[in-house]
């Protein structure tokens, strides 16, 4: 018997082929991901338009912050001026009611600030 001749197989379908059997990705398959990240992207940004407050709302929320962080700072050294001999923390902790951790950065800052100095260990006393 005679062999039947075989008909030769093209480049583009051994690509095709490739392609199908290792899961690559085409063009179309690509376009079809970039128009859906466009879509999602377009809807994420009106979603945010929607919540995202005015700059001066912004603003105004950053200057109360300012003004929290000014009144502990203040708070802390008002305690400190009416100490004669100054104050720990823990003394500091009972006058204001605010945690260790926050009177520790209060004393921090307002020795940046040259507003308080140490007079011992863990005794902070103000400027006058």
Same mark, same amino acid.
């Given at each position: 018997m005679a062999a039947k001749p075989r008909k030769s197989v093209s480049f583009n379908a051994?690509?095709?082929?490739?392609?199908q059997q290792y899961d690559i990705p085409t063009k179309r398959d690509i376009d079809r991901i970039a128009s859906r990240l466009d879509r999602l992207e377009s809807l994420i940004q009106n979603a945010g338009m929607a919540r995202r407050k005015g700059? *001066? *709302? =912004?603003?105004?929320? *950053? @200057? @109360?912050? *300012? =003004?929290d962080a000014a009144t502990a700072l203040n708070t802390v050294l008002a @305690?400190? !001026?009416g100490a004669s001999r100054g104050m720990t923390v823990k003394a500091m902790e009972e006058a204001t009611g605010f945690d260790a951790k926050k009177i520790r950065n209060c004393f921090y800052r307002?020795?940046? !600030?040259s507003r308080i100095k140490r007079a011992g260990r863990g005794t902070y006393v103000a400027i006058q």
């Open positions: 051994m690509v095709k082929f490739f392609m700059p *001066a *709302a =912004e603003r105004k929320n *950053a @200057a @109360a912050r *300012a =003004e @305690a400190l !001026q307002l020795g940046k !600030q």
